[in-house]
């Protein structure tokens, strides 16, 4: 499995990006996919994750401003990303784990996850 990110970039406060993350290789009908990120000289955190029953977690900081999706006839996930703040600039991974059909309530948890993107770059200014 190769996860491979895009969609990031430079964008002024208040802006929006839209995020992209191409699967290939996935056979798997089960999913729990997320986005998680990390800033500068932070720790790595859950952004949002959906699963395979559409089932969505967001974290509190970015609740009714980033929305994910998944369009798994492209195999790719989305995350748009609104009404962007300063705090939002990180490196955005992409994650996967194929043997979950939910993500649940660790959805959060990075080390649940088997699979990871490159990661692209967000800054907000």
């Known amino acids: 499995v190769q996860l491979v990110e895009s969609g990031g970039g430079s964008v002024q406060a208040g802006g929006s990006l839209r995020l992209s993350c191409a699967a290939s290789?996935?056979?798997?009908?089960?999913?729990?996919m997320g986005w998680f990120r990390q800033a500068a000289g932070k720790e790595r955190e859950g952004v949002a994750t959906i699963d395979s029953n559409g089932i969505t977690n967001y974290a509190d900081s970015v609740k009714g401003r980033f929305t994910i999706s998944s369009d798994n006839a492209k195999n790719t996930l989305y995350l748009q990303l609104n009404s962007l703040k300063p705090e939002d600039t990180a490196l955005y991974y992409c994650?996967?784990?194929?043997?979950?059909?939910?993500?649940?309530?660790?959805?959060?948890?990075?080390?649940?996850?088997?699979?990871w993107g490159q990661g692209t770059q967000v800054t907000v200014s």
């Open positions: 994650a996967a784990e194929p043997l979950f059909s939910r993500c649940g309530s660790a959805w959060y948890e990075g080390e649940r996850y088997r699979y």
């Open positions: 290789g996935y056979t798997y009908s089960t999913y729990c």
